[in-house]
């Protein structure tokens, strides 16, 4: 099946004054012609199949946006090409704008002092919107969230959840077969981050919309999104799902031991001797390999790569030599494998 | 029926308007002000003078006109560079840019329903009041059909200029300056706060050849000069004409390689 948006090298450079320093250098500024080339999505590739949710991630300023607005055509590539849905966005913007839904974060599309129904039935003309369409689309709607708390507020007055919803509803109702969502779970709270996930959920299965999402919240991606690209610094460093990036960063399993029969009463003293000895048992046992040790709710807890060692025998090592009063074993969440990517901690040796 | 999009608009326009009645009322009488102070002016200039008639104006011509061009600068009044500054400004634009309907078209036709709202609360109780008071002063007759086209004119010419002002705020990236140059400019230039007859000679010369006094000074000659031949009359709407199809080019053109500039450059 031919995919419905396909990125190909794709390079965008911004050109920013470098900027100096208090009120002298910005008057310097004025007539500075002291330029520096800022690469903020470098080389991406990658195609988009009809239907798909993808999680965008990556740190603050990885150059999400930016390839989001390139995608919409807003933003023309330095380098590299764009189709989404057999049009090149930046060279036909109102044209693609027929075939898209955005939520750029925080700023909406919405009338600002109109009741949000009354967004939504302009949005039904200016999209060109048959009213039965629009009937049916509404219908769907209330049967995922309950229409009438919120659409006959005036937007201003909405809190910012609301107004998200508001939005997401808005980019969905001309039926686009793409809609890119640009962080709208930032700042809402964990009831609204659940319908928010629930209802992009629901939308993309109706509609089989294809589902571009960035966002930070490890919560959306484990909700929403099979397929996960991750990019820092303008480069792509992941493209597939889930299972994999737990497979290809190391099968990482957390081992909390209790050595006191009381953990409670346990010292700070007492807890980072017991870190120093576990750490260098767990050295002299396996010189070649990493295992950090910390200590976390007063019992010691080392980080094991099942790749290296497994979880059985380094249980084996500390009882050995500890009594162990209690322990427990836990998966790595998706977060911390993110996070450690981000850090650009070498986990695969 | 793609009208259905425009009409849309401009019916959410009058709605949104409609949701700030203070703000109507606050420029009516923002309006009532500036004309007292307008009346009390213009009174001392003329009982200054030894003639009553100064630049070929009473006293009452002087005051009706001024009243009548208060009455269309305000009813013309949209908001387009604050709007678009704004947009520029906190980066709203991205979001009208991705709407299917160009970003000129978008802001006329949203800023339209403003602007029927105020043909209603301005220009027309103006001209019926400015009717009776004057006793009758103002001629009916195919002058007012000429006005009504030309108002046509300037309305457009208005929002070309003001779309390109709102334009340079891309590359200035200061509001509150920038509108103020405009409103004064456009104010003084179009004869919407002084008759262009009271202009010095070369100072009017210049105006005349500009294109603001297209906007105010072109319909209110049209409307209070029922003299007029028709040869007179075809000359103003002409040159209205090609200032209008002038402004219409240099503001799409111009916003085009604005926004190709930040599109390539990132601004
Ligand atoms: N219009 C712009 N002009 C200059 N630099 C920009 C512009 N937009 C983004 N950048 C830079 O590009 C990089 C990527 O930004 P962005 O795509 O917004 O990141 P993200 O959305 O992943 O947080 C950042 O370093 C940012 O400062
Ligand atoms: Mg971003």
């Given amino acids: 099946m031919e995919p419905i948006i396909q990125v190909n090298n794709v390079t965008k450079e911004?050109?920013?004054?470098?900027?100096s320093e208090g009120l002298k250098g910005s008057i310097k500024d004025l007539f500075s012609h002291d330029y520096k080339i800022v690469r903020a999505v470098d080389n991406v590739s990658m195609d988009i199949g009809q239907g798909e949710i993808v999680g965008y991630l990556g740190p603050n300023g990885a150059g999400k946006s930016t390839t989001i607005k390139m995608m919409t055509g807003v933003l023309k590539p330095t380098s590299g090409s764009i189709i989404c849905n057999g049009v090149v966005p930046y060279d036909?913007?109102?044209?693609?704008?027929?075939?898209?839904?955005?939520?750029?974060?925080?700023r909406s599309q919405l009338w600002w002092a109109l009741p949000a129904i009354e967004s939504f039935n302009i949005l039904k003309d200016i999209y060109l919107v048959e009213d039965k369409d629009y009937k049916d689309m509404l219908e769907l709607y209330s049967t995922l969230v309950d229409m009438d708390s919120i659409m006959h507020k005036p937007v201003r007055q909405m809190s910012l959840g609301q107004r998200t919803l508001c939005d997401i509803l808005a980019s969905?109702?001309?039926?686009?077969?793409?809609?890119?969502l640009d962080e709208p779970t930032i700042g809402l709270d964990v009831a609204m981050k659940a319908k928010i996930r629930e209802l992009v959920k629901m939308l993309n299965k109706e509609k089989n919309t294809t589902v571009i999402l960035t966002t930070h919240d490890m919560g959306d991606v484990d909700a929403l999104c099979e397929r996960i690209v991750i990019i820092d610094k303008g480069k792509k460093i992941y493209d597939n799902d889930i299972e994999h990036l737990t497979g290809l960063f190391g099968a990482y399993r957390t081992l909390s031991v209790s050595l006191s029969k009381n953990k409670e009463i346990l010292t700070k003293e007492e807890l980072e001797q017991m870190e120093t000895s576990v750490s260098n048992l767990l050295r002299e046992q396996w010189p070649d390999v990493d295992m950090p040790v910390s200590i976390e709710?007063?019992?010691?807890?080392?980080?094991?790569?099942?790749?290296?060692?497994?979880?059985?025998?380094?249980?084996?090592?500390?009882?050995?030599?500890?009594?162990?009063?209690?322990?427990?074993?836990?998966?790595?969440?998706t977060e911390s494998v993110i996070r450690k990517i981000y850090d650009g901690s070498k986990i695969v040796k | 029926m793609k009208c259905r999009k425009y009409l849309s608009m401009i019916k959410a326009g009058i709605m949104e308007d409609m949701q700030f009645r203070g703000a109507i009322i606050m420029t009516f009488f923002g309006n009532l002000l500036y004309l007292l102070l307008a009346f009390f002016l213009w009174k001392a200039i003329f009982e200054s003078s030894d003639s009553p008639v100064i630049n070929g104006m009473t006293f009452s011509d002087t005051i009706i006109y001024l009243v009548f061009a208060a009455a269309l600068f305000n009813f013309m009044e949209m908001w387009t560079v604050w709007n678009m500054g704004r947009d520029i400004q906190d980066g709203k634009i991205v979001v009208d840019l991705l709407m299917p309907c160009g970003y000129r078209r978008l802001r006329l036709f949203r800023g339209l329903g403003e602007v029927i709202v105020n043909f209603f609360t301005t220009l027309l109780p103006t001209a019926i009041i400015v009717y009776f008071i004057s006793g009758k002063a103002i001629h009916l007759g195919l002058n007012i059909l000429w006005f009504l086209i030309s108002v046509f004119f300037s309305f457009f010419i208005n929002y070309y200029i003001e779309f390109i002002v709102g334009t340079i705020i891309m590359y200035t990236e200061s509001i509150w300056g920038i509108d103020i140059m405009k409103e004064v400019v456009v104010g003084v230039l179009s004869g919407a706060m002084i008759p262009l007859a009271f202009f010095p000679e070369g100072f009017k010369q210049i105006a005349l050849a500009l294109p603001?006094?297209?906007?105010?000074?072109?319909?209110?000659?049209?409307?209070?000069?029922?003299?007029?031949?028709?040869?007179?009359?075809?000359?103003?709407?002409?040159?209205?004409?090609l200032w209008f199809v002038v402004m219409g080019i240099l503001s799409d053109v111009f916003f085009k390689f604005s926004l190709r500039r930040i599109t390539v450059n990132g601004g």
């Fill in chain 1, 14 to 19: 911004f050109k920013v004054l470098n900027r």
């Fill in chain 1, 92 to 106: 036909k913007r109102t044209l693609n704008a027929q075939n898209i839904g955005v939520v750029f974060g925080q």
């Fill in chain 1, 172 to 180: 969905f109702l001309h039926n686009p077969p793409v809609v890119f």
């Fill in chain 1, 297 to 333: 709710d007063n019992e010691i807890q080392i980080l094991v790569n099942e790749a290296f060692t497994g979880v059985v025998k380094v249980i084996n090592a500390v009882q050995d030599k500890y009594k162990v009063y209690d322990m427990h074993i836990t998966e790595i969440s």
């Fill in chain 2, 212 to 241: 603001f006094h297209a906007i105010i000074d072109s319909p209110m000659t049209l409307l209070l000069h029922p003299e007029y031949g028709l040869t007179d009359v075809v000359n103003i709407l002409a040159m209205q004409v």
